[in-house]
């Protein structure tokens, strides 16, 4: 992209914000903004997200009313964050609405780029080492938490939804250097295996993301897990 990630501040992201057209316009896009780099922050690509201290209203009006961001609006963040690691996500949320816990649960069995179009059959949420969501447990001074693949918000989320070429060609351009990635990272690539565990607290089963390097090949289904870090980690 334009700006590297590590040279954003609250300084420049004000003034970038301060040109928008509206309270609202800020508002939204900050939002946005916030979901973007916190997943950055997740990476261990930021320290902090510098987004959570923008102030989005300088007009004097608040609107809590939602609006989808205007075609100028997208394209400003297609065309800023292009060859960045976040240009496929965006790509992705932008093109077709989708969540993001939606979005980081794409797997690769999901894209089908004959026929253009995107399955959407699962989310991925982080729970603790109890398989619990929203909580944390502490152990030797450290926060402990596993992924695992959820269930969609309501049965009519589950869909396949059609994509553009503009899409297609993202994620297959995405695709393709994740691959090289994987060759060039060899046997200490972060792989994601699936194992289906059952909850001790709902007696119900769940499917758990293992994580282990290239080389130790566990003898469970490999997650293809769309959006990852260059080294694979999720």
């Known amino acids: 992209g334009w700006r590297k990630l590590t040279s954003l501040n609250l300084v420049v992201l004000q003034n970038a914000f301060n040109e928008l057209g509206s309270d609202k316009s800020r508002s939204d896009c900050k ?122 918000k309501n049965p009519q989320s589950r869909r396949t939804i059609s994509i553009g070429d503009t899409l297609v060609n993202a994620l297959k351009d995405y695709k393709k250097e994740q691959e090289e990635n994987r060759k060039f990272y060899g046997d200490s690539y972060l792989c994601y295996y699936e194992k289906k565990v059952i909850n001790e607290i709902t007696k119900r089963e769940q499917t758990k993301l293992i994580e282990a390097n290239a080389e130790l090949e566990l003898p469970l289904p490999e997650a293809q897990l769309v959006f990852v870090k260059d080294n694979g980690q999720f």
């Open 31 to 152: 939002a946005l903004l916030i979901d973007i780099l916190n997943r950055a922050v997740e990476a261990d690509l930021l320290i902090k997200n510098p987004a959570l201290g923008i102030n989005p209203i300088v007009d004097g009006k608040t609107k809590s009313e939602k609006r989808i961001l205007s075609r100028e609006e997208m394209d400003i963040l297609l065309e800023n964050s292009k060859g960045g690691m976040m240009y496929p996500i965006f790509v992705v949320g932008l093109g077709t609405g989708m969540r993001l816990g939606e979005m980081l649960g794409l797997t690769w069995d999901c894209v089908d780029f004959e026929k253009k179009t995107l399955t959407i059959n699962k989310n991925i949420i982080k729970k603790n080492q109890y398989g619990l969501p929203k909580r944390k447990n502490i152990t030797k001074g450290h926060s402990v938490g596993v992924w695992y693949y959820g269930d969609c």
